[in-house]
């Protein structure tokens, strides 16, 4: 016999819990399935020994437990972001039951509310949420299968730190967030670094005065609407890489070069131990120094619009990647390299949901997650209205305008 429940939340990270929150505030009968043994799986799971979060401590706005201690300006290290999550859910006993795998949400006959079924149990509720997050499987180009089995390749969240990989030089494939942050502990390690380069950008870590985030709330660069868009495939583009790592630093390709990271175009193919490299290296850099030139322009303007006492910076200018060689070819096992991490982010499963209620790329369709199927919502993706939907900054409103929708 199913369980019958207002409203069921599927997935209890940041997204799921926050919602969860809410509805309790409302006084909103619900349960959180959470497929792990803890909450904030993704976190927990998903990140190197040495992460830090890489926008300020301020930043983590879980609502009801943001942070207010005395680091304002400081990044949390791994074990702290974890720990609040734990301390988050037992501070409001919020109602999360864990081990428990949603296999399928299927909408009841006649439209009325949902059958969502577990490993072990089957529930029947008037309101589904979606909190799985967008990080969910780990993106790989078809080609990696004719990599020799020779070259461990493993995924950015499967990296832990330099010792646990083999020894020999190690490719990195993307230069993200998380590709640049591993690429540049693996190098300071006296490791041999390759790292493919793409067209995301990056930011200084601080700019006339304050951390180069705090500018990026301020400017409403991180409240800028998903209608803003140029069009929906522009919701994958990566953010500008940083490092809270060290208490926050700036990282940039060019210094990688002038450091001795082999610096590449964009990995095409592979077969066998060779691979194939596209001749966009320069391009790309390109881009990456372009993005850093509009941000800093776009805090000026701030800056001098309102006023502020915001005294001038000159940012350095390097360009030593302009120097390197381009590669099309290169012999994995003729330079060392016995790693490969693919750092070119995540792509969406097969929905759970057993309706058609994504577009091509498995990214639901909805509006500021609403779908379209009365009793059906989304939370903590990419981009659901703004810029800052999936992170701990902005999460909550999202959140807090589902529950609201389910409470009237």
Same mark, same amino acid.
């Given at each position: 016999?199913?369980?019958?429940?207002?409203?069921?939340?599927?997935?209890?990270?940041?997204?799921?819990?926050?919602?969860?929150?809410?509805?309790?505030?409302?006084?909103?009968?619900?349960?959180?399935?959470? +497929?792990?043994?803890?909450?904030?799986?993704?976190?927990?799971?998903?990140?190197?020994?040495?992460?830090?979060?890489?926008?300020?401590?301020?930043?983590?706005?879980?609502?009801?437990?943001?942070?207010?201690?005395?680091?304002?300006?400081?990044?949390?290290?791994?074990?702290?972001?974890?720990?609040?999550?734990?301390?988050? #859910?037992?501070?409001?006993?919020?109602?999360?039951?864990?081990?428990?795998?949603?296999?399928?949400?299927?909408?009841?006959?006649?439209?009325?509310?949902?059958?969502?079924?577990?490993?072990?149990?089957?529930?029947?509720?008037?309101? #589904?949420?979606?909190?799985?997050?967008?990080?969910?499987?780990?993106?790989?180009?078809?080609?990696?299968?004719?990599?020799?089995?020779?070259?461990?390749?493993?995924?950015?969240?499967?990296?832990?730190?330099?010792?646990?990989?083999?020894?020999?030089?190690?490719?990195?494939?993307?230069?993200?967030?998380?590709?640049?942050?591993?690429?540049?502990?693996?190098?300071?390690?006296?490791?041999?670094?390759?790292?493919?380069?793409?067209?995301?950008?990056?930011?200084?870590?601080?700019?006339?005065?304050?951390?180069?985030?705090?500018?990026?709330?301020?400017?409403?660069?991180?409240?800028?609407?998903?209608?803003?868009?140029?069009?929906?495939?522009?919701?994958?583009?990566?953010?500008?890489?940083?490092?809270?790592?060290?208490?926050?630093?700036?990282?940039?390709?060019?210094?990688?070069?002038? /450091?001795?990271?082999?610096?590449?175009?964009?990995?095409? /193919?592979?077969?066998?131990?060779?691979?194939?490299?596209?001749?966009?290296?320069?391009?790309?850099?390109?881009?990456?120094?372009?993005?850093?030139?509009?941000?800093?322009?776009?805090?000026?303007?701030?800056?001098?619009?309102?006023?502020?006492?915001?005294?001038?910076?000159?940012?350095?200018?390097?360009? /030593?990647?302009? +120097?390197?060689?381009?590669?099309?070819?290169?012999?994995?096992?003729?330079?060392?390299?016995?790693?490969?991490?693919?750092?070119?982010?995540?792509?969406?499963?097969?929905?759970?949901?057993?309706?058609? #209620?994504?577009? +091509?790329?498995?990214?639901?369709?909805?509006?500021?997650?609403?779908?379209?199927?009365?009793?059906?919502?989304? #939370?903590?993706?990419?981009?659901?209205?703004?810029?800052?939907?999936?992170?701990?900054?902005?999460?909550?409103?999202?959140?807090?305008?589902?529950?609201?929708?389910?409470?009237?």
């Amino acid at each position: 016999m199913a369980h019958q429940i207002d409203t069921l939340i599927v997935g209890g990270g940041q997204a799921g819990l926050s919602t969860s929150y809410y509805l309790k505030q409302h006084g909103r009968s619900h349960l959180v399935l959470e +497929a792990a043994a803890q909450a904030g799986n993704a976190w927990r799971t998903g990140r190197w020994d040495s992460f830090t979060m890489v926008t300020p401590n301020w930043t983590f706005r879980l609502p009801g437990g943001e942070y207010n201690d005395g680091d304002p300006h400081g990044f949390m290290p791994l074990q702290e972001i974890v720990a609040r999550f734990e301390q988050y #859910v037992e501070r409001y006993q919020l109602p999360v039951r864990y081990n428990t795998r949603v296999t399928s949400v299927e909408q009841k006959p006649g439209g009325r509310g949902y059958r969502v079924t577990t490993v072990e149990q089957v529930y029947e509720a008037g309101n #589904v949420v979606v909190a799985t997050g967008s990080f969910q499987a780990p993106k790989k180009p078809p080609f990696s299968s004719r990599l020799s089995p020779r070259v461990l390749q493993i995924h950015t969240g499967e990296y832990r730190n330099p010792a646990a990989l083999p020894p020999g030089a190690v490719l990195v494939a993307g230069s993200g967030q998380s590709g640049c942050q591993i690429a540049e502990e693996l190098y300071r390690s006296g490791r041999i670094v390759y790292l493919c380069v793409g067209s995301c950008g990056r930011a200084p870590r601080r700019y006339r005065g304050r951390d180069m985030f705090e500018w990026l709330d301020l400017t409403g660069f991180m409240s800028v609407s998903v209608d803003a868009l140029p069009s929906p495939r522009a919701r994958f583009a990566g953010n500008p890489h940083l490092s809270g790592k060290d208490n926050g630093h700036t990282l940039n390709l060019h210094q990688f070069a002038r /450091d001795g990271v082999w610096l590449l175009g964009r990995l095409q /193919d592979a077969e066998g131990s060779k691979i194939r490299l596209a001749p966009d290296l320069k391009e790309n850099l390109a881009k990456s120094d372009q993005v850093e030139v509009d941000l800093l322009k776009m805090v000026d303007a701030y800056i001098e619009k309102r006023g502020l006492d915001a005294p001038p910076e000159s940012v350095p200018q390097l360009r /030593d990647g302009y +120097a390197a060689e381009e590669f099309e070819q290169l012999d994995l096992a003729a330079a060392g390299i016995s790693t490969l991490i693919w750092a070119q982010g995540y792509v969406y499963e097969p929905s759970l949901v057993n309706l058609p #209620v994504t577009d +091509a790329d498995g990214y639901p369709l909805q509006k500021r997650g609403v779908s379209a199927y009365p009793g059906l919502y989304f #939370v903590g993706q990419h981009w659901l209205s703004t810029r800052k939907s999936a992170i701990l900054l902005g999460v909550g409103e999202d959140a807090a305008y589902i529950a609201s929708k389910i409470a009237a």
